[in-house]
């Protein structure tokens, strides 16, 4: 039997995907307001139903592809900050550093060490990177530089951190909760996994 929060959650994920709503908060609570329903069901559950629709809309070879492209877009940015900045260190953190990579929030990218981070902005910029929005945010370690970037397959904040002991845990930064984090060894070999997974099936 499918419960309330559930219906929420599969409403919900129908007015993101149909563009009623800017972020998946608002298409929760556009369903519950419609529905009368007072549960609100977890982010996870929402973007569960939302990928499924997704695979249902656009088949699931088409799917995959647009999936890989997102994370090779990441890969390559990846691959540029160690050319340009051998003395940082990246890591992926959270949904993207389990392959999951779409249109309801931003792949997170620490860079950690960077000597001059507006230097690297531009030079990133000058190698093809879409251009960069910059602002602050407060964390557990001081105020940060944020820079966003969106384009059609790469969408990602990367976080400027200092070379700190904190900067390398797996740990969010702004709350300390547990977070899912790779270096770029790592996503380079996730990327690849999902690659092998998609071209078996």
Excluded at 106 to 132: K, N, Y
Aim: net charge negative.
């Amino acid at each position: 039997m499918v419960g309330p929060a559930d219906k929420v959650a599969r409403a919900a994920a129908q007015r993101f995907l149909a563009g009623e709503a800017a972020t998946i908060r608002d298409a929760i609570e556009q369903a519950r307001t419609e529905s009368g329903e007072t549960v609100s069901p977890s982010m996870a559950t929402v973007r569960r139903h939302l990928e499924g629709l997704r695979q249902v809309s656009l088949g699931m070879d088409a799917w995959y592809q647009q999936r890989l492209s997102r994370l090779d877009a990441i890969d390559e940015l990846l691959q540029t900050v160690a050319y340009l900045a051998s003395e940082c260190t990246c890591y992926v953190t959270g949904r993207a550093a389990e392959g999951h990579v779409d249109d309801t929030g931003a792949a997170i990218i620490r860079i950690v060490g960077a000597d001059s981070p507006p230097q690297l902005m531009d030079d990133l910029e000058t190698h093809g990177v879409p251009p960069f929005d910059v602002a602050n945010r407060a964390t557990r370690i001081g105020s940060i530089a944020v820079a966003h970037v969106d384009d059609e397959a790469l969408h990602a904040d990367l976080l400027m951190l200092p070379d700190r002991p904190e900067s390398h845990i797996a740990a969010s930064l702004v709350d300390g909760r547990a977070v899912a984090m790779v270096d770029e060894v790592g996503f380079a070999r996730l990327v690849q996994d999902i690659r092998s997974t998609s071209i078996a099936g």
